[in-house]
């Protein structure tokens, strides 16, 4: 059975311009993460889905970010406009459950870099 | 809000080593995670721990739930090189709550 499979997984942007990362969860799986991981502040939650529906963004730094999850085989994060500290390896994840603190299986990762 | 403190932060070991590294938390929590990261790629789940004093295995790996529900430590026996990565620590109070990270613990071996 496959993985999380995110694309890209290099994406190298100037300043001011729109990315758009994906994601596709394992078939069946309820939850549906998305992860920034810097050097600094390690693996932050931006936000989660349970059954397509946005639970918590609480995570998300700031209005230029933005996630959907039109159906339950995919996902995208957004970042609109995009900013050089924007830069990090953003991780989307997927769990079988809808529990939040349940095993969560991480996807390869899309490493930004914003110039 | 919760806050999971990793140590040590890199380790540089011989092969053929045992390892051990260990999480603390500012509060209780009812779930303990381990997961490694190998050089681009995405954190792996190695072993997951759900009750105060749990000890789990899975190969030479070996993960304890603390008794205080605030601390998790995970050995690693007999360190070859493909132990090399980041092994992360995750935890949280309830299933409502978004699991914590560590910051990780750099594993290197040296053969």
């Known amino acids: 059975d496959a993985g999380v499979i995110q694309s890209p997984r290099h994406e190298v942007t100037e300043m001011g311009q729109e990315v758009t990362l994906r994601c596709k969860p394992i078939s069946g799986h309820n939850s549906l993460f998305w992860y920034r991981q810097t050097m600094m502040r390690g693996l932050e939650l931006l936000i989660y889905f349970n059954n397509n529906v946005p639970i918590d963004d609480s995570g998300m730094p700031e209005d230029r970010f933005s996630a959907k999850m039109p159906n339950a085989s995919f996902s995208t994060l957004k970042i609109q406009p995009s900013e050089p500290r924007d830069s990090a390896v953003y991780f989307c994840a997927s769990s079988p459950t809808s529990g939040v603190s349940d095993t969560q299986y991480f996807g390869p990762g899309t490493r930004l870099t914003v110039l | 809000g919760q806050q999971l403190n990793q140590s040590p932060q890199s380790m540089f070991i011989q092969e053929g080593e045992d390892v051990s590294m260990n999480c603390t938390s500012s509060?209780?929590?009812?779930?303990w995670l381990w997961y490694k990261q190998d050089p681009g790629e995405g954190p792996v789940l190695l072993i997951a721990?759900?009750?105060?004093?749990e000890l789990t295995s899975n190969g030479r790996l070996t993960a304890q739930f603390g008794i205080t529900r605030k601390d998790s430590f995970l050995n690693i026996s007999a360190s070859i090189p493909s132990d090399v990565g980041i092994y992360f620590c995750?935890?949280?109070?309830?299933?409502?709550?978004?699991?914590?990270f560590g910051k990780g613990t750099r594993l290197s071996v040296i053969a």
């Open positions: 721990l759900y009750k105060a004093g």
């Open positions: 995750a935890g949280t109070l309830t299933g409502n709550t978004p699991l914590v």
């Open positions: 509060s209780i929590f009812n779930t």
